[in-house]
């Protein structure tokens, strides 16, 4: 495989990268030596470096580890080069084995020794980091998935069963098949020796047109039949099984389209099917290899927000992403208002937006729609205004349920004479909405007054004395809402 700096066509959608660098793929090759069963276990592993190719150097971290099996007779790791270099990239060591390669009608892959191949370079691995002599020696952490297509997928739940020395598993169109179609006679039974046996969180990937496997061999019976705490089931909508491989070139096309007729029968491309998988299994590591949190609460969000899947979920210690009380970020500020300012002026002064939280720490900015029972713009007092708002799609609701809404006071003003209406500065901004410009005009002003533009968490972005008339340079500010306050004036400015 060639060095390369990895540019994700697919993840443009992700929006959390955990490391600021983008790695590139550094690889090797090794042999690792089984003694209980007097097995090699010829592997490519991919790491994190810096320069990239061949024995480069590992960048310096400590990194998760993903042991991947291919599916049969895909032992060719560019058959998964877009699952590798995406997880190399993010901060992961791939381990990759090249075993049982053996291509129907020729041969049969023996399943149980693929499987145990994989639970062994889950074991090697961790060793490796504490082995001074080891090229990853201090740079593999304590937390490792197993992961596969296919075959893989079915060794994958080989190699977790009455395992805890593996933080959790992934599989890609799992096939259970026994004995390993299209053989007779004896193979490996994980329905009933492995499944029983798992208990590590599992998510499992399934692909809806996928013809390869029987419903009664994979599919959604894995998800029902795994006995873990916590486990996801996600179908890919118009997937097919051998699209789980960054291209063709393997005998499972020619098994899909020739033998089993299906393989024109896919509603989207490869490349969809490859960026969706990412989606999909990205976040799910980057909670359970790397804590982090936020991560969780994406995927359960790209779950409950996309087309491109359906996904049934099981997992009482992981809510779902419920809004964590009334947490809010910003104090939305009550504000005064002149005699005879209408209600809908008065309202377009107060925040906008806020941002909330989801159990998972994740902001998310809700739109605030106020009502003010009884305004009376020339009754002088205090208005009690209540900005009620929805929450977003992959947020929930808690139990019992939280009130969506907030407070401000709204003081109208005494009515004033005409000397000190004209002693009230006032000051018009345009145009409204700008994008990198704005104009102000002042109807008076001193020599201290300032113009402010906060955003709608309350942060002071832009503070410039006034002039009688002038304008402020904008276009650092992003698109979205801004608050302009000046004096007793609070004005909303809109950037496009």
């Known amino acids: 495989m060639k060095a390369k700096l990895l540019s994700f066509i697919f993840l443009i959608s992700l929006s959390l990268v955990l490391s600021s660098q ?219 099984h051998c699209y789980m491989a960054s291209h063709d070139g393997s005998v499972c096309e020619s098994a899909e389209s020739g033998l089993l007729g299906c393989g024109d029968d896919f509603t989207i491309t490869r490349e969809e099917q490859n960026a969706t998988v990412l989606e999909i299994i990205l976040p799910y590591l980057r909670y359970y290899l790397y804590d982090d949190e936020v991560s969780y609460s994406e995927f359960l969000c790209y779950l409950s927000t996309t087309d491109d899947v359906t996904s049934e979920r099981a997992c009482a210690e992981l809510p779902d992403a419920e809004i964590d009380g009334i947490d809010i970020d910003v104090v939305v500020e009550n504000i005064t208002v002149a005699y005879g300012t209408d209600l809908t002026t008065a309202t377009n002064q107060l925040a906008p937006q806020i941002t909330i939280d989801d159990v998972y720490g994740v902001e998310h900015t809700v739109n605030l729609n106020w009502d003010v029972p009884g305004y009376n713009a020339t009754v002088p007092g205090d208005y009690t205004a209540t900005g009620s708002f929805t929450l977003p799609s992959c947020v929930e609701q808690t139990s019992p349920a939280t009130e969506l809404s907030v407070t401000a006071t709204i003081t109208v003003e ?23 410009i704005i104009n102000y005009e002042l109807n008076m002003g001193g020599a201290n007054d300032i113009i402010t533009i906060y955003n709608t968490c309350g942060q002071e972005l832009i503070s410039v004395t006034a002039k009688k008339a002038g304008s402020i340079d904008i276009s650092n500010l992003e698109a979205g809402i801004y608050i302009i306050k000046f004096d007793k004036n609070t004005i909303k400015l809109i950037v496009e």
Do not use: W
């Open 22 to 240: 983008t790695y590139m793929v550094g690889y090797q090759y090794m042999s690792a030596y089984d003694a209980d069963r007097d097995r090699d276990i010829a592997t490519t592993v991919f790491y994190p470096s810096d320069v990239g190719g061949e024995d480069a150097a590992i960048s310096d971290g400590v990194f998760p580890a993903v042991i991947f099996g291919h599916g049969t007779a895909m032992a060719d790791e560019t058959l998964y080069d877009y699952i590798c270099d995406a997880l190399v990239a993010e901060g992961y060591i791939v381990l990759f084995p090249t075993t049982e390669n053996d291509s129907p009608p020729l041969g049969a892959p023996d399943h149980e020794d693929f499987g145990l191949d994989l639970k062994h370079l889950n074991l090697v691995i961790k060793f490796e980091n504490t082995n001074a002599g080891s090229f990853f020696y201090g740079h593999v952490s304590d937390k490792t998935a197993i992961m596969g297509h296919s075959l893989g997928g079915k060794g994958t739940l080989i190699a977790a069963a009455n395992n805890t020395e593996v933080t959790t598993i992934v599989t890609l169109c799992a096939a259970l098949s026994n004995p390993p179609f299209p053989y007779s006679g004896s193979g490996y039974d994980a329905i009933n020796n492995s499944l029983p046996f798992i208990t590590v969180p599992s998510l499992i990937v399934d692909a809806e047109l996928d013809c390869v496997v029987p419903d009664d061999e994979g599919h959604y019976m894995i998800y029902e039949d795994i006995p873990v705490v916590c486990k996801t089931y996600v179908n890919i909508i118009g997937g097919g």
């Open 414 to 436: 005494n009515a004033v004479s005409i000397g000190q209406f004209e002693a009230y500065k006032s000051i018009e901004i345009f145009p409204n909405p700008a994008k990198d």
